[in-house]
């Protein structure tokens, strides 16, 4: 059987868009917590003078990093964008992936509204926390609130391969083609 789905041309937009910024927001992010750690570039940095004091070395690790942090705010201005852009839309055009939480549906419907509802409630929580660090709310609870946003490492590749899974398993059941339709829109 062959999907019936039709994607408009502003959801398909959306939905590369929000593919785009979480990538590039996960490999930024990646990169700041692991690879171009401060401490650990201060380390590298250390080891190849000792003329340099610790807080000096950290200063010249973070101003080498700040180019690649840039781009982390920028995709996540375009993230909060889409984000809420696909909201109102959802809200306007109707809420289109299966209730969870309908037991007449099948397991796969239902696994499938449940990968949606983890991608908003997440997305959700990243942003607000996001927001929340980069404006300074909350300054009592910044250490809490990083914590969560941190966690954006670890919930994006697990989306991402579940939204991979679902694309395998919806073209070789009841939606052929819908990898096509998302891209092309026919």
């Known amino acids: 059987m062959e999907s019936k789905q039709k994607f408009t041309p502003l959801h398909r ?3 590369w868009i929000i593919a785009v910024a979480m990538t590039m927001l996960l490999i930024t992010g990646f990169l700041r917590l692991f690879w171009m750690n401060k401490h650990h570039m201060a380390s590298i940095i250390g080891s190849k003078t000792q003329v ?3 807080e000096e070395m950290i200063v010249i690790a973070k101003a080498i990093r700040e180019p690649m942090w840039e781009w982390h705010i920028i995709f996540a201005y375009v993230m909060i964008f889409a984000f809420l852009v696909r909201i ?3 809200v306007f055009k109707g809420i289109k992936f299966p209730n969870p939480f309908n037991k007449k549906l099948s397991v796969k419907e239902r696994l499938q509204g449940s990968t949606y509802v983890f991608f908003y409630v997440f997305a959700f929580i990243s942003i607000v926390t996001g927001v929340s660090l980069k404006q300074g709310f909350f300054p009592e609870l910044k250490d809490p609130i990083e914590t969560v946003h941190k966690l954006g490492i670890y919930w994006f590749p697990l989306f991402i391969l ?9 073209e070789y059941t009841n939606k052929k083609g819908i990898s096509s339709e998302m891209i092309s829109g026919k």
């Not at 579940?162 to 919806?170: C, E, N, Q």
């Open 13 to 15: 937009f959306l939905h």
């Open 52 to 54: 340099l004091g610790e």
């Open 88 to 90: 109102i839309y959802m």
């Open 162 to 170: 579940l939204h991979f899974v679902g694309i395998v398993i919806a």
